[in-house]
């Protein structure tokens, strides 16, 4: 091989390097020129996840890069440090499925009272009231009660249905207030 310079050397394109190929490499700290064989130089390259490899714009294996300023464009797998720039849009839902609007509208035009549990605030039945009022009348509902609307609870078995009357009448506001 004749003496050239390195510019005056023909290029040779990735893909007709050969394992036994070699490169020059200057090794500043003994101060000579060395040689390194193509497959030599990928195995110092070569990581622990494999060689990568660039055809054009696209590069196949793996590669660890501490930083990456632009844009990656593929699978990324690791920590992503920020989603500030996406929102649920760019991610599909899977089978776990965004809340909306419609949806519940749709899911609740389903359900009725009895789909919910009462807890301690109970629903109105008939049933209910009817089992309640009675109770309340005896237990509010007593002598000092009748005795207030100016009629004798003591008497009243043995009275004519026109004495009842006519005492009722005579109290008629607070009979009227006592059954609403």
Same mark, same amino acid.
């Given at each position: 091989?004749?003496?050239?310079?390195?510019?005056?050397?023909?290029?040779i394109t990735g893909a007709n390097l050969a394992d036994a190929d070699e490169f020059v490499v200057v090794d500043i700290?003994?101060?000579?020129?060395?040689?390194?064989?193509?497959?030599?130089?990928?195995?110092?390259?070569?990581?622990?996840?494999?060689?990568?490899?660039?055809?054009?714009?696209?590069?196949?294996?793996?590669?660890?890069?501490?930083t990456v300023i632009g844009n990656v464009t593929g699978n990324v797998t690791g920590t992503v440090s920020s989603l500030s720039n996406h929102d649920t849009g760019d991610l599909s839902e899977g089978s776990n499925l965004y809340y909306t609007t419609a949806r519940f509208d749709t899911r609740l035009g389903t359900k009725s009272t009895s789909d919910l549990s009462e807890g301690s605030n &109970?629903?109105?039945?008939?049933?209910?009231? =009817?089992?309640?009022?009675?109770?309340? @009348?005896? *237990? #509010?509902?007593?002598?000092?009660?009748?005795?207030? &609307?100016?009629?004798?609870?003591?008497?009243? =078995?043995?009275?004519?249905?026109?004495? @009842?009357? *006519? #005492?009722?009448e005579s109290n008629s506001l607070a009979l009227s207030i006592a059954l609403g």
């Open positions: 091989m004749a003496d050239k310079k390195i510019t005056q050397l023909t290029n700290t003994a101060d000579e020129t060395k040689a390194i064989t193509f497959s030599e130089f990928r195995n110092a390259l070569d990581t622990a996840t494999g060689f990568v490899r660039i055809t054009g714009d696209t590069m196949t294996g793996d590669l660890t890069v501490p &109970l629903y109105y039945t008939d049933a209910r009231v =009817d089992a309640r009022v009675p109770s309340v @009348i005896t *237990s #509010t509902v007593d002598q000092a009660f009748v005795n207030n &609307l100016n009629v004798d609870a003591e008497t009243l =078995d043995g009275d004519t249905k026109a004495t @009842i009357l *006519s #005492t009722a």
